[in-house]
């Protein structure tokens, strides 16, 4: 649809911030660590906002990570 000039009105991963409730200035942090980790980037995002959606710690996102 790119070349007929279309585009989402949303973007898919601003749906997941508002969503999951997180703000998106942790957005570099979420995709370090799921590109390290090799995980999906919205699932990490979600799950991680279960526990700690205001101020996830580096830790916190590495663990949900690892047991993604």
Excluded: Q, T, W
Aim: charged share 30%.
């Amino acid at each position: 649809m790119k070349e007929h000039g279309y585009r989402v009105p949303v973007e898919p991963i601003d749906l997941i911030y508002g969503f999951a409730g997180c703000h998106s200035s942790f957005a570099k942090r979420f995709a370090d660590i799921a590109k390290a980790k090799n995980v999906d980037l919205f699932k990490l995002i979600v799950e991680v906002s279960k526990i700690d959606r205001k101020a996830p710690s580096v830790e916190l996102i590495e663990k949900i990570a690892d047991n993604l």
